[in-house]
């Protein structure tokens, strides 16, 4: 595996809070992505990102936003968490040449209550 | 909206090969064809990817007909531990920028 990391793997929040999500990676992947997982929905896409400060929006990216500084970091944020954010995060990374393997991370399970 | 169909479930028996279908009948010259599972609600697990020609590892093989509009994925002698949801994705060889478009998959049930 590319040695991704996700932090924290697990979190409780109430509503209107802000909640950050972090994935850490050893490989110097150029490229990572945000998914969220719901019952019913599969892997849906968040953000994504193809360089250090290079992001852009995927699929559900209402509510959301990324940051990536360095590249081994690229990080979610909820500003003001709601209970239909309560998911599975996933967060995964790939060099970007052709044909290579995407890596995910184990996951973070975030409730918003 | 994902680019590949797959079946939402099948059952093989333990010791058999499990043969899932997946069509991509839009996909494009450079696209690849990567197959994932996931096991209750673990990180995607890597399997298999090929551009045109078969491939085999040391998981599973996956055959992609001469047209690329469809492929199966093999695992030659299913057990227990392979039951999981697997997803079938296509992803441009020009690089991560247009992300990865999963659709549900098929939930592969593995019997005794």
């Known amino acids: 595996d590319a040695g991704i990391t996700q932090s924290p793997r697990h979190k409780v929040t109430e509503t209107g809070t802000p909640v950050t999500l972090r994935c850490h990676q050893t490989?110097?992947?150029?490229?990572m992505y945000w998914y969220r997982q719901d019952p019913g929905h599969g892997l849906r896409l968040i953000h994504y990102?193809?360089?250090?400060?290079?992001?852009d929006k995927g699929e559900v990216s209402e509510g959301y936003s990324v940051s990536r500084s360095k590249t081994e970091d690229f990080l979610l944020t909820l500003e003001s968490a709601t209970s239909s954010q309560t998911s599975v995060y996933f967060c995964?990374?790939?060099?970007?040449?052709?044909?290579?393997?995407?890596?995910f991370g184990e996951g973070s399970w975030l409730t918003v209550v | 909206d994902a680019k590949t169909t797959q079946p939402p479930s099948m059952d093989c028996a333990e010791g058999r090969a499990a043969n899932l279908p997946c069509n991509h009948s839009?996909?494009?010259?450079?696209?690849?064809v990567y197959w994932y599972r996931q096991i209750h609600s673990q990180g995607p697990q890597y399997i298999i990817h090929?551009?045109?020609n078969n491939e085999t590892n040391e998981m599973a093989s996956l055959i992609i007909t001469e047209d690329r509009k469809s492929s199966t994925l093999i695992l030659p002698h299913a057990t227990l531990r392979d039951t999981a949801v697997y997803y079938c994705?296509?992803?441009?060889?020009?690089?991560?920028?247009?992300?990865?478009?999963f659709g549900k998959g098929t939930h592969l049930i593995i019997q005794p």
């Open positions: 995964a990374t790939v060099e970007g040449q052709s044909g290579n393997t995407i890596y």
């Open positions: 490989e110097n992947h150029r490229y």
């Open positions: 990102s193809y360089g250090v400060k290079d992001t």
């Open positions: 839009t996909i494009s010259g450079n696209e690849y």
């Open positions: 090929g551009l045109k």
């Open positions: 994705i296509v992803r441009s060889s020009g690089g991560g920028a247009d992300g990865l478009t």
